[in-house]
């Protein structure tokens, strides 16, 4: 067992971890964050999309050891002020989900697009969100809800 | 999946992760940015005893200059693609090198995969080694007796393996500077849903007076390991630059391009293939090359800068034909 310490979500976290626990389990199982969840345990779908110190990265595909010391934000820290964050708040007024599975993901992937490029093209988010699958296929809500949770956040910036 | 059990170690220099490796024995895995490494070990296709985790090896990432136009990039092994992607000196000095990792798996694998863990797991299907191999890059590989310098050509040995020993790590890739009258780009051939190369080709051409003066072209997933174009590299070399030189140096170069040496197996073994994989090389059909070389340096004749389309754009550019004219076998697959 290997002590790991992290912040997740604003908070301090101290803990033992075995070094083959992936940073996705350690976070649903041992800090019961559900909000991440894991869907196709290829790499492949992107469900599992966390913030590590501010870039997304597939929290199936890191180990819980190699966020010690580092910042991690899941969708369920995302929230402001007690209200949804701009992009969550776009997905659920512009129906940007069928299931909902691949949402958390696709949120999260979708926040650190913007924080590279404000004012994506349909294209570009198109491009930006490659390494997150909706089996619903419902990415044509899933383009538009970003784009407005793009303008949301720029306007939240201003 | 959760992996196999596995001891850890996390050093912070060269040194510390050489002495780990030592000690972790035949069974050590490198792990550098893990997203070839832990998927593979999820899937337990891989069991290491033992990980020596290069993450924390501030002294392996980062680009760097040496000497001046004539010299070269070097390009820590523990950068990752999105450092790549948004460096100064590689857009300057190697945009084919940005180019290529643009279009490597998605942003969050970028974020965390790195430029010397793509080149060391050496597999086929990758985009990098094509490009390093292209660029005639040289790889710097530090052991427990020193540095040694390896060129690109005899980087790669066999599918997944390369002339890494067992106790040596690939600290930092060395680019010659292309500048002036080089032109370079990359055509990808890939399915909507993956990023990974169905094939692709990476090509450097240098003009002069109208005239190819010199064209270094690397296949990727042609092969058990990248290939150079060696034939079409001759074809085009001192032919007029246009598209005739290009279509000829394409279909009637296959059998040179492809009748290349099958080395044997030695260094390094793969710890497993990766899930999914094609069966390596020459099971393929000769075609594609032609198609990718053809396209690819047919780019450069007209457009000597290079131009960027990531996977998604390409995807996007089919979306946008009519159903039709997206089911030509052979043909539509981009």
């Not at chain 2, 000095?93 to 490597?104: C, D, G, K, R």
């Amino acid at each position: 067992m290997t002590q790991i310490s992290v912040r997740v979500d604003g908070a301090s976290y101290t803990d033992e971890v075995e070094p083959r626990t992936l940073l996705v389990h350690y976070l649903r199982e041992q800090l019961g964050k559900v909000g991440t969840v894991v869907g196709c345990d290829t790499s492949n779908c992107g469900a599992c999309t966390v913030h590590l110190d501010g870039e997304a990265v597939k929290s199936c595909t890191v180990l819980a050891v190699q966020a010690d010391g580092s910042e991690v934000t899941t969708i369920e820290g995302i929230a402001q002020n007690g209200g949804l964050h701009p992009m969550q708040k776009a997905f659920h007024e512009l129906h940007g989900l069928q299931c909902g599975y691949c949402t958390p993901g696709m949120i999260m992937a979708s926040i650190d697009l913007v924080g590279d490029n404000p004012d994506p093209s349909e294209h570009e988010v198109r491009e930006g969100i490659e390494g997150n699958l909706c089996r619903c296929t419902g990415y044509q809500n899933i383009v538009r809800a970003v784009q407005q949770g793009a303008a949301e956040m720029r306007g939240a910036q201003q | 999946m959760i992996p196999a059990a596995f001891d850890y170690a996390r050093p912070t220099t060269v040194d510390e992760a050489l002495q780990a490796l030592a000690a972790g024995g035949e069974d050590a895995k490198v792990l550098a940015g893990g997203q070839s490494l832990i998927p593979v070990m999820r899937l337990r296709l891989a069991a290491p005893s033992m990980v020596v985790d290069l993450t924390r090896v501030t002294e392996l990432r980062g680009v760097r200059e040496e000497g001046g136009d004539d010299g070269a990039l070097v390009i820590g092994a523990m950068t990752t693609h999105s450092d790549v992607v948004s460096d100064p000196l590689i857009a300057q000095h190697a945009p084919l090198i940005a180019q290529a990792t643009e279009t490597v798996a998605d942003r969050q694998v970028r974020h965390r995969g790195t430029f010397g863990g793509a080149l060391a797991h050496a597999d086929p299907a990758g985009d990098l080694p094509a490009v390093a191999l292209a660029l005639d890059a040289e790889f710097v590989l530090a052991g427990p007796g020193g540095r040694r310098t390896v060129p690109a050509r005899e980087f790669f040995v066999d599918y997944l393996t390369t002339a890494l020993a067992e106790d040596e790590l690939l600290v930092e890739v060395r680019v010659p500077k292309l500048a002036g009258q080089w032109g370079m780009h990359y055509e990808k051939f890939n399915r909507v849903a993956q990023a990974w190369s169905i094939v692709a080709v990476a090509a450097a051409v240098r003009r002069e007076d109208g005239h190819i003066a010199e064209a270094r072209i690397g296949l990727t997933n042609m092969g058990p390991t990248p290939l150079r174009a060696t034939a079409s590299e001759q074809a085009l070399a001192g032919a007029v630059a246009g598209a005739d030189a290009v279509a000829e140096a394409g279909p009637a170069r296959r059998r040179g391009n492809l009748a290349q040496r099958r080395p044997q197996r030695q260094g390094r073994l793969p710890c497993a293939s990766r899930p999914g994989a094609h069966p390596p090389g020459g099971q393929r059909s000769g075609r594609s090359p032609d198609v990718g070389v053809s396209r690819a340096t047919r780019e450069l004749v007209h457009r000597p800068g290079s131009r960027r389309r990531g996977v998604a754009g390409a995807a996007r550019h089919r979306a946008d034909r009519p159903l039709h004219a997206r089911r030509r076998p052979g043909l539509g697959h981009r």
